[in-house]
């Protein structure tokens, strides 16, 4: 293998490193480290494919390896915090939310082998699952007099929530994706969904800094808002 094929595993290798730190962060209570780290590995995983483009540098292994470290990143890494979040009296139900890393993993295995998800996705995308689950535990745990943090500490909503990202997580329901200029032209309802993200996540930083609320709740308010409009698109296309 030679050394140009090499930068794109580096990057992605630092993608997993961010990973299992945000780990330890996180059982050591330190939720913001570890969502800081959580988007650090999402830039890791965006141009580690970027570099891989520029240097067609493709290879087999960096496949595995870029989804094994998304696994963690993505799928471990979130999972954890919605658990050191999560207040539930009961301690087998505080282990529910560790079912995402399971789903995670299912979801990246089929995205490699699905060949209808190259410019854009079916089901939920991983790297958006995991910020919306870490930027709700970070929010949760920075904030603990808001709203939020109540539920998260209540033994329902983190359960429902789980449960409802693991279903998105692996079903059918097609989602745009954040890369332009892929293998084909951009559809006029994937520029109109795109336009919509964007303006929920302007939304979401006017509320952010007008009520002068921690900054996690941008990302929250952003992904939150790239699930819905993925959802209303489809209920008004069947329509």
């Known amino acids: 293998m030679t050394l140009r094929k090499q930068i794109p595993n580096s990057i992605t290798s630092m993608n997993l490193l ?108 991983t790297p958006s699952c995991a910020v919306l689950c870490g930027s709700m535990a970070c929010f949760a745990a920075k904030v603990p007099a808001s709203f939020l943090s109540r539920w998260c500490d209540g033994p329902v909503f983190i359960v429902l929530l789980t449960i409802a990202l693991c279903f998105l ?32 996540t302007v939304l979401g930083a006017l509320v952010t800094a007008i009520g002068g609320w921690h900054w996690s709740l941008v990302f929250l308010i952003a992904f939150a808002g790239y699930i819905l409009v993925n959802l209303l698109s489809l209920a008004f296309v069947r329509k």
Do not use: W
């Open 18 to 125: 961010c990973g299992v730190l945000g780990v330890i962060f996180s059982l050591d209570g330190k939720l913001e480290t570890a969502f800081v780290l959580m988007l650090l590995a999402a830039v890791f995983d965006f141009c580690d494919g970027l570099s891989a483009r520029l240097l067609k540098a493709y290879s087999d292994v960096g496949k595995e390896l870029d989804s094994l470290s998304d696994v963690v990143s993505f799928g471990v890494l979130p999972s954890v915090m919605l658990y050191c979040v999560f207040g539930t009296g009961s301690q087998l139900l505080r282990f529910f939310p560790l079912l995402l890393a399971a789903f995670s993993a299912l979801r990246l295995a089929k995205f490699n082998l699905d060949e209808r998800q190259h410019d854009s996705f079916i089901g939920l995308p």
């Open 169 to 200: 997580l692996i079903c059918e329901v097609p989602m745009f994706s954040f890369k332009f200029g892929g293998g084909r032209k951009a559809s006029r309802e994937d520029n109109v969904k795109r336009l919509a993200f964007l303006l929920v």
